[in-house]
């Protein structure tokens, strides 16, 4: 149980404001639907992202990574220092607590507790929001994710949390719900191919390095970084964020291992781990671009194992999920603040 | 509660605000009025009513309109008082602002780091009252009670401290 980084903009130029700061459009986002927001420095590197929320015209509730929410609200005050948009900015971190239910059993789950909303697949669709109630809990409802499955986020005042987490606990007790940690979200976000800012970035990365060009509106005049976007993706890209899968048998590559092409290194390994349910390992790292299309790694590279001999293993490729939106924006590294409360998983191995 | 109208607002329904920020007055039923900038202003509920005044704001008050934003601080903010002869020894063992009786007088607000954590300090007069986020509201009731020891200092009901208050 714990909160949720989440920013709150409200008054008339909301709209405008988080247009201004994160790459996509927001001018148009309707009331009721959440939009996921990545947010570049003015060089144009990624920095953070989150999910944005509509809960009115002149209402927006923004989530932002848990260690990034200190400074992505310093840099909005700071922003509006200088635009003066008719707007309040509040840091609500502290105010909500999110409880994150997954599986395709959590929507018979929240049914049983929850009232003023339509949960069904038709009136709340992927990546809409709803405001209603979980027992007494006045909740915010999201249905985004982080890990692939159906999935909803619950924000409620933190007064609650406790409450909620009780809650749902009983309410799923007869369909076998258990919570579930940081590693298993973590390894669930792997598998369906999502990016931690801050894990799978750098100081250097920009959005089209990370698969994330479609996240950028180009029709918009300005954005915080737009300039400087625009110049790195119109040069020679000189690396590429990809995903890759190894045999269950081979040694599992450390995060910042080496990715060779010959002797050369052309990247590193930013995330990897074991999946049980493909069976192999899995993981992302950067890339020579120019020996390998889009999401593809080289057949040729190399993974420098540090602890061992200079066993190496090359990498096969694994797509990755196509839609790679139903991100909660928590991109902490090693960390989630979120609690989490997990129904079995449905089949396949890269689920959605 | 805070925007470019919020004093309008407040005086509206009834509160008498403080004149500069950083100041802090007590309303006839109890509860008190902190002002924590030009524009935005704390509401602390009475022990008189158990809060009920500002609990009934928080549902029939519209959470913003033009001009007005109201900050869900219930649920951001732990609430403690601190009362006795010994208030500012204790504050002075945990806080770098002189909170001597001669220099922070009754209606002054400090927004400072006390035990390291970010806090307001209210002198309320008769207890300062001091606020925290929830997330060190177990941190800083271990700091108080430890701080407090060697004046004998004992925690107390919040009953109880409204029969000291009183009396």
Redo the contacts between chains.
């Keep these: 149980m714990s909160?949720p980084w989440g920013i709150e903009i409200?008054?008339?130029d909301a709209a405008e404001f988080i247009n201004r700061i994160f790459t996509f459009g927001f001018l148009k986002q309707p009331v009721g639907r959440t939009r996921y927001a990545a947010m570049t420095n003015e060089q144009g590197v990624v920095i953070d992202d989150g999910v944005s929320c509509r809960l009115a015209n002149?209402?927006f509730y923004v989530t932002a990574t848990t260690s990034g929410v200190g400074r992505v609200f310093q840099s909005m005050l700071q922003w509006n220092a200088q635009w003066r948009l008719d707007v309040?900015i509040?840091n609500?971190t502290?105010?909500?607590a999110a409880v994150n239910i997954a599986g395709p059993l959590s929507r018979q789950v929240l049914e049983k507790v929850c009232t003023g909303v339509d949960l069904s697949a038709e009136a709340l669709p992927y990546l809409e929001l709803r405001e209603g109630h979980i027992g007494e809990a006045p909740t915010r409802i999201m249905r985004t994710g982080f890990v692939g499955e159906l999935s909803y986020e619950l924000h409620v005042?933190?007064?609650y949390g406790e409450y909620l987490w009780d809650l749902l606990m009983e309410a799923g007790a007869e369909l076998g719900i258990r919570p579930f940690g940081v590693e298993a979200q973590r390894l669930l976000r792997l598998e369906k191919g999502h990016v931690i800012i801050g894990q799978d970035t750098d100081g250097m990365s920009h959005p089209g390095e990370i698969g994330m060009s479609w996240a950028v509106n180009r029709k918009k005049p300005f954005f915080v970084g737009r300039r400087a976007v625009d110049i790195l993706e119109s040069q020679p890209a000189k690396r590429r964020l990809v995903a890759f899968q190894l045999p269950a048998s081979s040694a599992q590559p450390l995060e910042g291992h080496l990715v060779l092409d010959g002797p050369d290194i052309t990247g590193n390994v930013t995330s990897c781990e074991y999946s049980a349910t493909l069976e192999s390992i899995i993981g992302l790292a950067y890339a020579n671009p120019d020996k390998s299309p889009a999401a593809r790694l080289p057949s040729v590279s190399k993974v420098v194992q540090k602890s061992t001999p200079r066993s190496s293993s090359d990498l096969s490729t694994m797509p990755r999920t196509a839609d790679r939106r139903c991100n909660h924006g928590d991109s902490t590294r090693g960390s989630c603040s979120q609690a989490h409360a997990a129904l079995p998983p449905s089949s396949g191995p890269l689920r959605k | 509660m805070r925007g470019q109208k919020a004093a309008g607002f407040l005086t509206q329904h009834g509160y008498q605000l403080p004149s500069a920020p950083n100041q802090a007055v007590k309303q006839p039923d109890g509860s008190l009025v902190a002002r924590l900038s030009a524009s935005e202003y704390l509401l602390l509920g009475s022990l008189a009513d158990a809060g009920q005044r500002i609990s009934q704001h928080e549902t029939q008050w519209p959470s913003h309109q033009s001009g007005v934003y109201c900050l869900p601080r219930q649920d951001t903010h732990a609430w403690l008082a601190l009362s006795g002869p010994h208030i500012s020894a204790v504050m002075a063992k945990l806080c770098g602002v002189d909170m001597r009786p001669n220099v922070f007088a009754p209606g002054q607000v400090a927004q400072t780091a006390v035990a390291r954590a970010n806090a307001i300090v209210i002198n309320a007069g008769a207890c300062f009252y001091l606020l925290v986020d929830t997330a060190l509201a177990c941190y800083f009731w271990s700091v108080m009670l430890d701080a407090m020891q060697e004046f004998d200092g004992q925690p107390l009901s919040v009953t109880a401290l409204q029969h000291a208050l009183e009396s």
Aim: hydrophobic letters at 20%; a positive charge.
């Design positions: 909160r409200r008054g008339p002149d209402h309040d509040a609500v502290s105010a909500y005042p933190s007064r």
